[in-house]
């Protein structure tokens, strides 16, 4: 080999060195971003009950836009919502108010969200991986509630990160120490046939989960109870065959 390829050779070292170091360099200083991207817009794809669902003070209808802080709300009507170019989906209730930006904050009423899409209550922020949960700002100071999956809820001002696992919820937000407990199974119940799900065309993502882990509960409370199996049983309120679908009230046993 020359000597002048062996110095051209060396060169060329040199250089992939440099650019391999600088390539590094990049790569540290750009922050780690969620996986969970902002929130632009939201497009509205369903009204029921009545026509009074509002973007800032406008009237909605079907497809209407919300853009990057703009504010949708309810009055006497449900509405669903997609984000980020339909991977999220959301709905809201009745007397409910949300704004679109880095979360969709929710400053009254409930949200029911399924996706890549992260809510927001009283400096609150929900980090979530495709988690189906409910924010509600009605609910006795502020309330999360996980349906499928768990959420991270953090409070950068209270340096609090608070994990939610399955039929979990946090409530009493207010507090020093907000309270984790166990969702009431009648209350699943009631959300699995409620408002949230009945006549809703749009899916949530992984919404036929639900009635599995409902009647996954309602097992797991019946095997609990041990010997008082079979009356527990009688007074559980069984688990929708279908969402949105009206259940009978559990039997009331007179003992």
Known sequence: MSSMQ???????????ILLLAALTAVVVAVPHFSATAQITQATIVEILDS???????????????????QNVHTEDARA??????????????????????????????QLIAS???????????????????IV?????????????GNIQVRNPDRGQEIEVGQLQQLGRLDRDEPEVSRIDFEDLVKI?????????EVRLPNE?????????????????????????ASRLPQCPTELGVRVEPPVRLPF
């Open 208 to 232: 036929e989960k639900l009635i599995a882990i409902c009647n996954e509960e309602r097992i797991r409370l019946i095997q609990e109870a041990g010997d008082a199996g079979p009356i527990v």
């Open 136 to 148: 509600d700002a009605d609910d006795n100071k502020g309330n999360f509630k996980v349906l499928e």
């Open 192 to 200: 699995l046939a409620g408002a949230f799900f009945r006549g809703f």
């Open 51 to 69: 026509d009074e669902v509002f973007v800032e003070e406008e009237k909605a209808a079907v497809d209407s836009i919300a853009d990057f802080g």
């Open 115 to 133: 996706g890549p899409v992260n809510g927001c209550l009283s400096g609150f922020l929900v980090d979530v991986r495709g988690t189906i949960f």
């Open 6 to 16: 062996r110095l051209f050779l060396h060169y060329r070292h040199r250089l992939f």
């Open 80 to 109: 669903g919502l997609v984000f980020i170019n339909d991977l999220a989906v959301g709905r809201l209730g009745e007397d409910s108010s949300v704004i679109v930006g880095q979360c969709v904050e929710v400053q009254n009423g």
